[in-house]
Nanobody
């Protein structure tokens, strides 16, 4: 099983990026899947996720209205569209998948340990 995250980079405040997470050896369609980030000097935090194959997306309060998660079940990819980026969004972003699908999404945002698989992370830097 492998999760490959990509799409990070350097962007100015107000800019946008789209992160991708491609899975191999594992189907994302019917499983919890999401994005977490770790900012410099801080602990890992939940950003956005689907708690199951049929669940609606949930978002951290800090990114609501700016970030949007989606999944392409045909190509086994999960995206995170990040708009109106702010310096405080600077972090390494990790995709995650797997684990139990019966927990509420907002609970999983606070409990990353339930996810079985993790990508290697992609760095997002928001700076002028």
């Amino acid at each position: 099983v492998q999760l490959q995250a990509s799409g990070g980079g350097l962007v100015q405040p107000g800019g946008f990026l789209r992160l991708s997470c491609t899975a191999s050896g594992f189907t994302l369609r019917d499983t919890p899947v999401g994005w977490f980030h770790r900012a410099p000097g801080k602990e890992r935090e939940g950003v956005s996720l689907f708690s199951s194959g049929k669940a609606e997306a949930v978002y951290a309060d800090s990114v609501k209205g700016r970030f949007f998660i989606s999944r392409d079940n045909t190509n086994n990819v999960v995206y995170l569209q990040m708009n109106d980026l702010k310096p405080e969004d600077t972090a390494v972003y990790y995709c995650s998948a797997g684990g139990p699908d019966y927990y509420p999404g907002r609970y999983l945002l606070q409990n990353a340990g339930y996810f079985s698989f993790w990508g290697q992370g992609t760095l997002v830097t928001v700076s002028s």
